[in-house]
């Protein structure tokens, strides 16, 4: 058994301590799933509501300065007006 104490595995042989590290395995593919797809839905229908949201605002926002100049020439008042007083 003396010849073969080298021999079991315990110390490790000068071979072994120069071997390279095994590469890493390449990352996995991303496929879409089912979650990716609601994700992506999400997102859209987030930016869509966002640009509906802004033609609201804008369509509002006519609506009232119309509704202002109407009622600027109802009254009568204008800046020139203002200025006088």
Excluded: W
């Excluded at 595995?9 to 609601?38: A, I, R």
């Excluded at 605002?57 to 119309?66: A, D, F, P, R, V």
């Amino acid at each position: 058994m003396a010849a073969n104490s080298g021999d079991n595995g315990d110390t490790p042989s000068s071979e072994s301590l120069y071997v390279t590290p095994p590469t890493p395995p390449p990352p996995p593919q991303c496929l879409p799933s089912k979650h990716t797809k609601l994700i992506v839905d999400r997102t859209q229908k987030v930016k869509d509501a966002r640009s509906e949201a802004q033609k609201e605002i804008e369509e509002y926002k006519k609506q009232k300065e119309n509704e202002f100049k109407e009622f600027e020439s109802k009254v009568g008042l204008s800046a020139s007006l203002l200025r006088g007083f």
